[in-house]
């Protein structure tokens, strides 16, 4: 009998860690990201001059940091960890939101809502290509400024 508990707990953690490293692998959005400015559009505008992002799979979700310089050079430096529930989690750094929604649509696609004291500002798609080297962030809302947004960010898989 206790044989049995062992080798049945055995293989139930055998199955929640591959399951987990099944999950952890499919994600397409972990890695790190440097914007390519070439590829992208930011209307209003201006462009950031940098923009790196390290994601990192996080208990079932992400944890998420940018790095980088805007267009006047003052330092970029955002953080939030979520998971792909649809429930608002807290973000740092960013004068434009404090809390961020994320949703899996696909193994490829994500969705975020991001929202400023609970108003929302915007709402992105994140599109991993099937080779994993390219990501293309579209998002749609405003900006601090009232501004309508319509971004279309490239990112290439470090």
């Keep these: 009998m206790r044989n049995r508990r062992f080798l049945t707990s055995t293989v139930v953690l055998v199955a929640v860690l591959a399951f987990t490293v099944i ?7 972990v890695g790190t990201w440097k914007l390519n400015l070439a590829k992208s559009t930011f209307s209003p ?17 992400i944890k998420y940091t940018a790095h980088g310089e805007t267009a006047d050079g003052s330092p970029i430096h955002i953080e939030f960890t979520a998971k792909y529930d649809g ?22 696609t994500t969705e975020s809502t991001t929202k400023k004291d609970g108003t929302v ?14 990501g293309t962030v579209t998002s749609k809302g405003k900006n601090a400024a009232g501004q309508d947004v319509n971004n ?3 990112y290439d898989k470090q």
């Design 23 to 29: 999950a952890w692998g499919a994600d397409s959005n």
């Design 87 to 108: 429930k608002d989690n807290p973000a740092t750094g960013s004068p434009e939101y404090n809390s961020i929604a994320l949703k899996r649509i696909d193994a490829h």
């Design 152 to 154: 279309v960010a490239v």
């Design 45 to 61: 505008g201006p462009a950031p001059k940098s923009v790196t992002l390290t994601i990192e799979a996080h208990d079932g979700g």
């Design 121 to 134: 500002m915007d709402t992105s798609r994140v599109v991993v290509s099937k080779d994993g080297k390219t």
